[in-house]
């Protein structure tokens, strides 16, 4: 029977197919297998690179005190981590409770703790990369890559057990997601955008500034406005799931009054911490000038519409909120400095024959100072491990210990081997037990008793670098007796913290 007879009403034969020769179907195949290849090889050269720049020095550098707090909180139980959001710090709740795991399977110590921190540091790499190429090309990717794995800003967070790291491999990741919508829009990956934008905020609320740059995003690509309607539900459906977090972060607000009122000198300040010393900075600049001006997209979205609004409107928003309530400090807007890389790379990528490697090479060298001094534990925050040392050399059993003022409590909850055997005398409840930091002293009147007892006649004092011209009733209690009833028998200075010996 003729073929045509068993075609449906309104159906077309079938062209004839006419593969071609078996030739260019292998090179085919072979090209499609050298893309595949590609796509792993490249980001893998960069995270590499920031891999072994977080490696470098993370075990030589002590505790400061936030770290020192991560370290405390982490060891607490679930329901322990969970009872402290209730009263302090719920918008590192989420944070705590993954450092958690990393405690149970990898123990406390300095380099444990940052290793988080350092494995993100290396995905925020790739994921740079990979936005590279996608928006530019492999070429411009790979420089991308190359200049966040050598910025000094990113790899001093990937020495620290906080999320600021974590937020940045989010946060870049996030955005690959975002460009691949664009492309290849569905269900199933807007629920994973809405989702994962979700979690950065659990992970830090001030992550979610990404969603303002990457709504201008859209409104600043043609091609992408169509992206409007079922991008805004996905971020809506997002903040909708955060907003319990935000509504007892605002709670807690008061968490935040050691901030001030940032000016000019804050926006200048985290353009050279983004960038380093001002010869980085200019050429970085000229780099990022010439791709704002020359760069070509690779599809939908182009660099300079995702990169300029990421760049910006977080740290931007942020500075103008802070003027109300201050809310800024630089390490809040760590997620925006993928975007120098991929506007510098853009300016780079341009560069003839590879030359992108003289400046790559100029600027590794013009910063090597800084990612060396930057890895000194002379040049950390505080240095808690020394202070802990003091205490563990010229402790003797059964010595009080004084705090001033309580959350200095941080030192002996991060280095607790060291306070072995000396007695807290003013703590009535553990802060795992007050869900706190400092956890609960006893009233004024009662630890001066405590002091004042025949059976106290070694105090030691850990307070700040300086101490405040006013104290509350139970810090002025603990310098009233020591003043009264001991002698000052020794000080100890370190960074960030001062011990005194008192003796009867």
């Known amino acids: 029977m003729d073929s045509k007879l068993d075609l449906l009403p309104g159906d077309r034969p079938a062209p004839a197919a006419h593969p071609g020769p078996p030739s260019e179907d292998a090179s085919r195949r072979t090209e499609a297998r050298r893309e595949r290849w590609k796509a792993w090889l490249l980001p893998s050269g960069p995270a590499l690179l920031a891999l072994a720049m977080g ?3 993370a075990g030589r550098l002590p505790l400061w005190r936030d770290e020192a707090i991560t370290s405390e909180i982490a060891r607490r139980s679930t329901p322990d981590i969970l009872w402290c959001a209730r009263h302090i710090d719920a918008v590192h709740a989420v944070y705590y409770l993954f450092m958690h795991g990393v405690v149970q399977l990898f123990g406390a110590g300095e380099f444990a703790l940052r290793l988080p921190s350092i494995a993100a540091f290396a995905a ?7 936005l590279g190429r996608r928006i530019m090309s492999g ?3 790979f420089v991308a890559g190359l200049l966040y794995a050598g910025a000094p800003f990113a790899s001093h967070y990937a ?4 999320s600021y790291s974590l937020v940045a491999a989010l946060t870049v990741w996030l955005t690959v997601l975002f460009v691949d919508l664009a492309e ?3 269900r199933r990956r807007y629920a994973a955008y809405g989702a994962g934008i979700a979690l950065l905020g659990l992970v830090h609320l001030f992550a979610l500034l990404i969603l303002p740059a ?3 995003t859209l409104l600043l690509s043609r091609r992408t406005r169509t992206m409007l309607r079922p991008w805004s539900a996905a971020a809506a459906s997002a903040v ?4 319990p977090l935000i509504a007892l972060a605002v709670t807690q607000r008061n968490a935040l009054d050691w901030l ?3 000016g000019w000198r804050d926006a200048l300040y985290l353009a050279e911490a983004f960038t380093g010393p001002r010869t980085v900075m200019d050429l970085l600049g000229a780099a990022m000038a010439v791709g704002l001006v020359t760069a070509r997209r690779r599809g939908p979205i182009g660099p300079q519409a995702l990169a300029v609004p990421w760049l910006l409107l977080p740290a931007a928003l942020l500075l103008l909120a802070s003027q109300f309530h201050p809310f800024y400090t630089g390490r809040y807007v760590i997620g925006s400095l993928p975007a120098v890389s991929l506007l510098a790379a853009a300016g780079l990528a341009r560069l003839p024959h590879r030359t992108w490697i003289a400046p790559i090479v100029a600027m590794a060298v013009l910063l090597e100072p800084l990612q060396v001094a930057q890895r000194r534990p002379e040049n950390w925050w505080d240095d808690l491990r020394g202070a802990a040392a003091i205490v563990r050399q010229e402790a003797r059993p059964g010595d009080a210990v004084l705090f001033l003022t309580a959350d200095r409590r941080s030192i002996a909850e991060a280095y607790p081997d060291a306070f072995r055997g000396t007695r807290d005398i003013a703590l009535r409840r553990t802060p795992a037990q007050a869900g706190n930091f400092g956890g609960t002293e006893f009233s004024p009147s009662e630890i001066g008793r405590r002091l004042a007892g025949a059976a106290t006649t070694r105090v030691w004092l850990l307070e700040g670098p300086w101490r405040s011209p006013s104290l509350d009733p139970r810090d002025r209690a603990k310098v009233d007796v020591l003043q009264r009833h001991f002698r000052q028998a020794g000080v100890w200075r370190v960074r960030g913290v001062t011990l005194s010996l008192f003796q009867r």
């Open 260 to 262: 001030a009122r940032p």
């Open 214 to 216: 990457h709504l201008a």
């Open 240 to 243: 909708v799931a955060v907003s």
């Open 124 to 130: 925020t790499a790739a994921g740079v990369t990979v």
């Open 55 to 57: 490696l470098w020095g």
């Open 139 to 141: 070429s411009a990717g």
């Open 184 to 186: 290849r829009g569905s």
């Open 159 to 162: 020495h620290e057990a906080r």
